[in-house]
């Protein structure tokens, strides 16, 4: 089936305003990752979501940021009040079951600017 | 802290020739992963070697793993102009399920 999506692609917005990020999984997928690429900081893990589990939320940078997971399926992480330093590739990845031995899957990408 | 540091940070060789890239890490982990992400987009998994082996291929990839020195290397061979890319190492840490600790990367240059 086709591979794991995100949207938008670019996304440009001002100080402080809040944006969403939505990630498609590949379908049967119950694990999903969301990952930050910026400059100074290289990939940096985010937040893990496994099926009905409690979200590993241990590498989100700020309260600003959040994200959840609706049906198991679909992911949309949140930053509220964006500042510059957000300005990043942020990356969803999926894998079967989430185990360490597994292959993830990455999405394109969605690359936020923040002005 | 960052847990993979690969060198070099950028490899220019010309197509035919062999790429090595080292990748050291901190912690102990389960396994080790290698990434390859093309214009600084998606990430694609290249292959993933776990904490008792010491050697892995993948048609013209070839990865060792020393858990004695926490380092690992990623080597193409006969290298193509479509190999340029950057290269990251990936490592869980010893958890349970696949959360990765990336490595700065290594930007390759192969030229025709």
């Known amino acids: 089936g086709a591979g794991v999506s995100q949207s938008p692609s670019n996304k440009v917005t001002e100080k402080g305003k809040d944006v969403e990020l939505r990630c498609d999984p590949i379908s049967g997928h119950t694990a999903l990752y969301w990952y930050r690429q910026s400059l100074g900081q290289g990939l940096e893990f985010l937040i893990y979501?496994?099926?009905?589990?409690?979200?590993?939320k241990s590498g989100l940078p700020s309260d600003r940021f959040s994200a959840e997971r609706t049906g198991g399926s679909v992911s949309t992480l949140t930053i509220q009040r964006t500042q510059q330093e957000d300005s990043a590739v942020y990356l969803c990845?999926?894998?079967?079951?989430?185990?360490?031995?597994?292959?993830?899957?990455f999405g394109p990408g969605t690359r936020l600017l923040v002005l | 802290s960052q847990q993979g540091e690969e060198d070099p940070q950028a490899l220019s060789i010309q197509e035919g020739e062999n790429a090595t890239m080292n990748c050291s890490y901190k912690?102990?982990?389960?396994?080790l992963q290698w990434y390859r992400q093309n214009s600084g987009r998606g990430l694609v998994h290249l292959i993933l070697?776990?904490?008792?082996?010491r050697e892995k291929h993948s048609g013209r990839l070839r990865v060792t793993l020393d858990t004695s020195k926490k380092s690992s290397s990623l080597l193409i061979t006969a290298s193509r102009a479509a190999d340029t890319a950057s290269y990251f190492c990936?490592?869980?840490?010893?958890?349970?399920?696949?959360?990765?600790?990336f490595g700065q990367g290594t930007i390759l240059t192969v030229h025709p």
């Open positions: 979501f496994q099926g009905n589990s409690a979200p590993d």
């Open positions: 990845a999926s894998s079967l079951h989430g185990g360490w031995e597994e292959t993830q899957y």
């Open positions: 990936a490592t869980d840490r010893g958890t349970s399920y696949g959360k990765l600790t």
């Open positions: 070697i776990r904490s008792n082996e």
């Open positions: 912690t102990s982990i389960n396994n």
